[in-house]
């Protein structure tokens, strides 16, 4: 069985589950949200940017970064986690920009896509354009690199997704939006302090052996044979590996949300399994792609861009 993306008409966000119709209540459980504890259409209506990554950090990062980027009162210092009732996923509010934390791996990012995109749904959200700002391992690529995903990819190099589903195996497809692809590199040349390109990304279930690493608690093949993996991962286009793309680009796609992925690269698996770069290197790379998407907010908002000098603050 496989099913492929499908961006719905009118611009809202489609739900493929004839049976939430007959719910009375829809519980948010992960999020701590309702539709009959709290007004979602009021609370969320007029969001047009969602953008997920990992940290709860990085997120209220991202947010207060937003804040002083779109140009609003106060210094965003005072931001209210949406989710505080929970201590799964962290959720901020920022003008038209939604900015949340999905954990590490394709079964957290799974169960906070499937809360979001009813709470979009409910709350009855138009024209939604969603981001995944990430961390990742480089392939050919120089650490702080930024890559802007074409194509998310499984461990065989294949669009997909595959999920077990009442014992059956259910193949979904994984395309990203092509115009964002394009929108987003045009942003990036207003920053030229750091690499961006565009590239395959290869999600993997697993951070070690998943993703050919050396330096795990089990590790059953050599170094050669990694490199010799690797490098076909490169030669069929992969730039970089993380463990998310795929679910969401899978999800995002058949509910009709335009999405991308923009990751930035932490070291070249080519060149090593390790991250040794400093705290104070790691924390600037990771603003990279802040900083990209930001721009892309700004741009898509018609707003002055801020020509690609101011950063994140570290939390």
């Not at 993380?242 to 999800?251: G, R």
């Amino acid at each position: 069985m496989t099913e492929t993306t499908r961006y719905s008409g009118g611009g809202f966000v489609h739900i493929k589950n004839p049976h939430l119709e007959a719910m009375d209540e829809d519980v948010l459980y992960h999020l701590d949200l309702g539709t009959r504890t709290h007004d979602l259409p009021a609370m969320f209506g007029d969001v047009k940017f969602v953008c997920v990554g990992g940290s709860p950090n990085r997120m209220k990062a991202f947010a207060r970064f937003m804040h002083k980027e779109l140009g609003l009162e106060g210094d965003g210092e005072d931001l209210a986690d949406i989710c505080a009732g929970t201590d799964r996923y962290a959720m901020y509010r920022v003008g038209p920009v939604l900015s949340i934390s999905h954990g590490m791996g394709i079964p957290s990012v799974s169960i906070m896509l499937h809360e979001l995109i009813k709470l979009l749904h409910h709350a009855k959200c138009r024209d939604v354009t969603i981001i995944r700002i990430g961390t990742s391992g480089g392939l050919g690529v120089q650490a702080g690199s930024v890559v802007i995903t074409d194509r998310a990819v499984d461990a065989c190099f294949q669009p997909r997704f595959e999920q077990v589903v009442l014992g059956d195996v259910v193949v979904r497809g994984t395309d990203l939006d092509g115009g964002l692809v394009e929108e987003l590199l045009a942003c990036s040349e207003a920053i030229p302090d750091f690499p961006t390109l565009v590239g395959h990304t290869m999600c993997t279930y697993d951070f070690y052996e998943g993703q050919g690493r050396l330096d795990g608690a089990l590790c059953s093949f050599s170094n050669e044979k990694k490199l010799e993996y690797l490098k076909r991962a490169h030669d069929a286009g992969v730039r970089n590996i993380e463990m998310e793309s795929t679910a969401f680009a899978a999800l995002c796609g058949l509910c009709g949300l335009r999405a991308a992925v923009v990751c930035v690269t932490l070291l070249d698996r080519l060149e090593g399994d390790q991250i040794r770069a400093s705290h104070e290197v790691l924390q600037e790379y990771q603003q990279r792609p802040q900083r990209l998407v930001a721009a892309f907010i700004q741009r898509r908002l018609g707003l002055r861009a801020a020509a690609g000098n101011t950063r994140p603050s570290s939390d």
